[in-house]
């Protein structure tokens, strides 16, 4: 099969460029000049006739003269079969450090560190392949990575947060990793940050349905051309990086308006070592103590036999959330296999992931006939994080997913300049969740258990089948399984020529993606408690959806000058979709309770009381639909290093976002963007590192989720017209260490983003009435974000670092009307007002022992305040320490 994949992959890959008018033919290597930037030279180890004995494995010295590279030798099968050597494999890349400079001039933060971090190619012949993903004006060939190692030449604004930072930084969830990033904008609203909560460059952050969100290329949205909501992120033990695409990208999609995130998981090419680490915590929630201390554990392996390298991960959670009634747990096993030869690499990696949760979505909000504007407000400062003072039978609502992803990534390197990579990959999301019809709903103490609910006879509209009757104290499931499988062939032919004495480096790749989601909606029995795998009771929303993809793509980056890199490139999206539709609630449809002697002599007739809740609008008429569209999305984007120590980069593209289509007007509008960015990175000032960009979108048809859910339905969704994004991102770090030497470095790193999202044009139909709301902002999109920390670290004798962080999250609104503070009687739509946020965090490396310990905190002033409206008020998380340790050995 994998010879066929290449078979297919190469005679596509011929057949696209062909019709560009460009060239195959294989050319000389060009010579390129020196960067202006620090010269980092990569020493391409060539292919040898056998492999040979492993290197030693302590850290390769700092500060080296570079080593003159072997000559080239081609590999044989002969000269393999004859090895009698080990099998080990060295690394194919080493990283040699420029010459020693003064003190002063060494940017601490930047030291060259191991000869390669976690890298993702291991046969001797792929020098060539992986001296490109150190340092390119694109994307490495390889998918599981999406950034080179090096920015220097990238042509795009990007963030790679490497191990190293990621152990000073000690983050406790996913999403406070990306607080350093900038253009990065996180809501979390869950203690362990699962259920998504990341946008980038004024994308709402909810569930990060905007984004491209990936683990080793492999995508984690639910089901991307049908419900790209993110549930479930990697927990921070296994990640040994973090890569973000802001701006151009072309070679991932879709979702890629705003930009990608690939989270690197253990490489298995990586060094040996085993870890085990352990943390406990404390979470103040204002409310009843009901599960004691959160815990979180993890251990892990890696180890190398010959040519194979083996990882083993498990990591598991236990811990509180931001209502007292919350607690998240996760038990997360992580493998992965690769083989390493001379011209061929492979891996074979595994995620199996199991949640437990007692999480809903259904916040504070207060009957709309008995109350007033800002009384849910003033009700939510009152009850605090304490939400069985207004909803005990919210402590019965609980969230059930099953994870498991798999993919197998082979690399095939024809010679230095060719490389073909092929990827199978497959993956299901279970998603159950189970909760109380409305915060008043306490099943434990029902008036009159054992009630089913029913379909009305002549209901309210009049006809015999468009209303449900519920008791009350009844619950609800949401039963949803999303399916995945596909096959990708990638090609890169690097120094190709172009014309007039350039050459190019030309990637090309096409995948073909299948994709299906089953989604539904059930009522149980008056007094019963739904629990994880139940799934009997009355379907009150039905339907199953699939998805067939094809997508390919065309880039080149060419040398159009020593320092001037150029890289267009287009895009192909082709989707066919399909919806079988059995039971569907109105999208606006929700439950009201039984009020006039009409409403309750229907609730006698159907379930035998007279007191029950009333939905309206069901349709049980079975019906199919479907449409397909096909894209052509180009782009074009560039990098300048021709100033001291510096990148200017920029570019356009056209993106496509999807859609969540449970309750979608069908066929749905695709959301088009057009999408600008000119940006500067730099170390060319003494201790200084900074990166700013400016960027500008123009998004049609762009899809907005409302505040609140329909009750049969779930989510409710509208279209905006043309929503237009302004903003600028800047990012800078200051080291003391350049200018004092020595081993202690004190630091100051900030990051900014503001990003003005506007509807520049949309209307809304409020009960009949239709409001221009042009001119509004975006719902769940703050303006401004913002962090600054302070930090000391000594990297002699036992290392230690302290730092301290000030994050600022603007305010933003919840509707597209942009309702202000206290204006809703229920609390459900209105501003959610800025916050500051203080954390810190210390970590103690105990001498040459492998072990280490830290401290940290989150909302150290242990401030109250509105994390978000999503069915209701939202608090933030209260104040939070950990404490844990970790052993390496």
Known sequence: MRFELLKIGLLASASIFLVSGATWAQAPQATSEEPQLPSVDVIQQQPTPAPQAAEPKAAPKKKTAPKQAAPKQA???QATAKQTTPKQQPPPVQVVSPDPVPPSEDLFPQEIGPVVENPIYGAAASGGAAARAEISAQTPINPRSILPRSLEEFSSAATHISLEQLTEQQPRTTNEIFTRVPGAIVVNDDGLAHHGGIGIRGAPPRRSRKILVMEDGQSVNLALWLDPSVHYFAPEDRIESVEVIRGTVITHGPNNNFGVINIRNLSPFGPDETVISGAIGWIKNNGADLYGLSNKRHVHTRQSFDNVGVVASYSGADADGAWDTERLRHNDFYGAIGWKGVDQDLVVSMVHARQRDNYDESNLE????????????????GFGHCKTCFAPGAIFNTYAGDITRAQITHNYYVD?????????????????????????????DADDPG????????????????????????????????RSIGSEVRAEFANRPFFAGLSQDIQTGIRYEYQDFKNRNFLGLSGQVLEDGDEEGLTIFERNLRANTVSAFLQTSINAA?????????????????????????????????????????????????????????HR???????????????????YTGLYRSTIYGGYHRGLSTAVLRNETFPAPDEIGNNFQLGIRSTALRGLTFDVAAFHHRLEDFQIKQAFSATGADKVYNRADEVHINGVEMYGRLDSQPFTGGHLNFFAEANYTYARSIIHKGTIDDDGTIIDVSGNRVPEVPMHVAALTLGVENRAGWHWDASATYTYRGNFYTDELNSPYGSDPEGEVGEVPDAWILSARANLRIGDTGASIFIAGDNLLDKLYITDREDGLKPGMGRTIWTGFKYKF
Do not use: W
């Open 75 to 77: 590999p044989t099968k």
């Open 621 to 639: 008429d079975r019906f199919s639909e479907d449409y397909q569209r096909f894209h052509v999305l180009p782009g074009i984007a560039l990098s």
């Open 416 to 444: 230095d300049d060719t490389t073909i990579t092929s990827r199978l990959y497959a993956s299901r999301h279970r998603r159950d969740r189970y909760q109380i019809v409305t915060l008043e709903d306490d099943p434990s």
């Open 562 to 618: 020593p320092d001037l890199k150029v890289v267009p490139g287009v895009r192909f999206e082709y989707y066919h979709i399909n919806r079988d539709s059995f039971v569907v609630a109105e999208e606006e449809g929700e439950a009201e309770e039984a009020e006039t002697p009409a409403d309750e002599a229907a609730c006698e007739e159907a379930i035998g009381e007279d007191e029950c809740l009333i939905l309206e609008g069901i």
């Open 366 to 381: 207060l009957e709309e006939d008995d109350s007033s504007p800002g009384e849910p407000e003033a009700a939510f400062f």
């Open 451 to 482: 009630l089913a609910p029913a379909f009305g006879i002549d209901g309210p509209g009049g006809s015999e089948e468009d209303a449900v009757y519920i008791p009350e104290d009844s619950m609800f499931g949401r039963l949803r399984t999303f």
